[in-house]
Nanobody
Framework: QVQLVESGGGLVQAGGSLRLSCAAS????????MGWYRQAPGKQRDLVAR???????TYADSVKGRFTISRDNTKNTVYLQMNNLKPEDTAVYYC??????????????WGKGTLVTVSS
């Protein structure tokens, strides 16, 4: 089994910063893409940012220029640096990872989520 453990959420004032971390552990041969998604109350879960194993990044338009995704392949960990936070960034943030096992099966895993609240 594979576990994704997120950390770094919390309460911050508008204009502030937070850094989220997500570490994948367990029966892992390789981790392909990793990313962050978020879900606000009453809304669907949307992509925030993704990064490939090679470092290619993708961002939602709403966070471009404010958020930066990065990863440490030696630790199977992905980070999300969030700057200039806005109240509309308030949501539960979920980590996602595409994990390849020794048999070359690819499975999509999700973390349990971490709450980010931005006050105005």
């Amino acid at each position: 089994q594979v576990q994704l453990v997120e950390s770094g959420g919390g309460l911050v004032q508008a204009g502030g910063s937070l850094r989220l971390s997500c570490a994948a552990s367990g029966r892992i041969f390789r981790v392909n893409g990793m990313g962050w998604y978020r879900q606000a109350p009453g809304k669907q879960r949307d992509l925030v940012a993704r990064v490939t194993k090679g470092g290619t990044t993708t961002y939602a338009d709403s966070v471009k220029g404010r958020f930066t995704i990065s990863r440490d392949n030696t630790k199977n960990t992905v980070y999300l640096q969030m700057n200039n936070l806005k109240p509309e960034d308030t949501a539960v943030y979920y980590c996602n990872a595409e994990v390849v096992n020794s048999g070359s099966w690819v499975t999509n895993y999700w973390g349990k989520g971490t709450l980010v609240t931005v006050s105005s």
